[in-house]
């Protein structure tokens, strides 16, 4: 699950595909909104790997799944908690 703001939009947009679980391939395409918990919301109940780029940080993807990432790639990637906060992870 990918999700990302954007900035000239001013609205999130995201999209679940079966990656890397399987070929790259569109299952839902997110409905736009500029809510970072509703956009979280929707991910989460569809994925369980939720990666977002947030409109605090928006050339920053974060890991904002609610399970521990699985690939190193995601484990290097910074967290957001269940609300979308930042996690400091020091």
Do not use: C, N
């Not at 947009?13 to 890397?20: I, Q, S």
């Not at 070929?23 to 736009?32: C, H, K, R, T, Y």
């Amino acid at each position: 699950m990918l999700i990302a703001w954007e900035p000239d939009d001013r609205y999130y947009y995201g999209y679940w595909d079966l990656a890397p679980d399987g070929p790259a391939q569109v299952l839902e395409q997110m409905p736009e909104s500029p809510d970072l918990q509703t956009v979280l919301d929707w991910g989460r109940a569809r994925a369980r790997r939720v990666s977002i780029r947030p409109q605090f940080d928006h050339a920053q993807y974060y890991w904002a799944s609610l399970e521990e990432p699985e690939h190193e790639e995601e484990a290097r990637m910074p967290r957001l908690d269940k609300h979308g906060q930042a996690v400091d992870r020091q």
